[in-house]
């Protein structure tokens, strides 16, 4: 009977070893072949000259002081935009996993529409309101671009939706009743909230805060616009060092300083996330939200609903404002036109690319981001594995320039021969993709008991039949969420589409970009038509993917 158990053990952890690197092997290969090979080719061409590797230049670049005042800026200011963009957003969190009104869906869908927004056109419409001749000009005399805080509330504009969404996703599936008994024993909400619910919170806060702090480190367009000459991040720096100066050693040089920053930083979350993991009760979120009850919580929903109308839907009004501004349309019709300058097809084609572009992306990510998270979950996971949690984030603190031309530069000769290929583009797109479907369902992964995992495998179950009846009932919404994240991203994704996407194929974003390099009325107009249409497919989609959401009420917490 001894060897008889034995026997099974020793099966059952070949079993896990086989399905441990089945799950890690593929997301291992894809980020090797394309992000670390493109980002080390184009980080080789700017640091060897004739074969010799000019380590030095390192110790020059960091030596002038403009450089040091480009990365002092560039941590200050994301370090305020996180905790500004935490601040405002927690309490939407709050709302939208624990309250129930008429249009939450539609409000949610709406929420995340700027988070897909190119940056360029952030930047463009918060000019609009904050510049001259914009709305707060007109009205009170007042301008605040080329201001610290111009960038600050674009950043918050931008990254509203990553709190809401990440922290809420989680929040929305925390049983309610454990914070009840904590003020039945006499604490108070805000002591109860700060002992029970935030803990439990802290993993989906950090990763929300991770992700926030990251995208404004490496802030390009909203700085470009907003900042003008006087404010510069790492992302702006390397674009003008790379495209207009053509000094490809000091980008390079540049690239590997964002580099170690940001893989400090996701180091340093890792461990702090992980010591603070724990095994938390989930309860279906339909039966947490509930209509407010009370001066306070209809004052909170009143507030929200003003930050959103504020902070959110004033910037957009102005897009489709401008966008309106030719009579009869004139600047939709103008879209259906190809001038043969900038495209070589009508611009109203960018639509249909652009949603090819993010399926295709989309299903990349979940697969790739899916496989990662489980994988990550798991009790035996070695330490490679658990180091590449950090490894899977890098792709937002990477310049995204660094990316494109790394793409260019490295994926043109066999075996890896894609230059031409349309898949070139939602492997881009993917990248960027794959941390937020990591990031958004982690926190729920982890937060299962991990033995009803164990349970089932004693049982006899194979590592798939576990994930499938253990795990997928509990992360199904999780997935959901990270399936619209990622398509969101692919939708808006610039930094690196921009220098491989083909003239003939834009997608709306570099279509966008294209347009308001151009001089002209008609140009301008076009863009911000563009833009206005972005926001809708992006809407759409969103208020679909919440349907379906709302819809999967087949899961057992």
Known sequence: MDLTRTEVAVRRDRRGSAARFGLIA?????????????????????????GVWRFGRIGEVLAQSD?????????????????????????????????DFRGKQVLRAVVTVPFVLPTVVVGTAFLALVGRGGLLDEL????????VWAILLAHVF????????????????????????????GASPWKAWRQVTLPALGPAVAAAALMVFLFTFTSFGVVQILGGPTFSTLEVEIYRQTSEIFDLSTAAVLTLIQFVAVGAI????AWTVRRRETALRLVDASVTARRPRGAGQWALLGGVLGTVVVLLLLPLAVLVQRSLDAPGFGYYRALTRADGGIFLVAPIEAIGNSLEYAVAATVIAVVIGGLAAVALTRRDAGRFVRGFDALLMLPLGVSAVTVGFGFLIALDE?????RSSWILVPLAQALVGVPFVVRTMLPVLRAVDARLREAASVLGASPWRVWREVDLPMVRRAL???????????????????????????????????????????????????????MVVCAVALLVLERL???????EF
């Open 266 to 269: 996701l180091a340093l979350h």
């Open 140 to 147: 009170w005399g007042v301008r605040l671009d080329t201001t």
């Open 480 to 534: 959901l969420i990270a399936a619209g994240f990622a398509f969101a991203v692919s939708l808006g994704e610039f930094g690196a589409t921009v220098f491989i996407a083909r003239p003939d194929n834009p997608t709306l974003p570099v279509a966008v970009a294209r347009l308001l390099g151009r001089p002209g009325d008609l140009n301008y107009g076009q863009a911000m038509a563009l833009s206005t249409i972005l």
């Open 26 to 50: 593929l997301p291992v290969a894809f980020f090797a072949a394309f992000f670390a090979y493109p980002v080390a080719a184009i980080v080789a061409r700017g640091l060897k000259v004739d």
């Open 414 to 418: 066999p075996p890896l021969d894609l």
């Open 549 to 555: 959401r709302t819809a999967d009420r087949t899961g």
């Open 158 to 185: 931008f990254n509203y939706a990553v709190v809401v969404r990440t922290v809420g996703g989680l929040w929305a599936q925390l049983d309610p009743r454990q914070e009840e008994a904590a003020r039945m024993l």
């Open 67 to 99: 450089v040091r005042h480009v990365l002092w800026f560039t941590t200050w200011q994301a370090f305020v935009s996180t905790a500004l963009t935490l601040l405002i957003a927690l309490p939407g969190a709050y709302v939208f996993a624990r309250f």
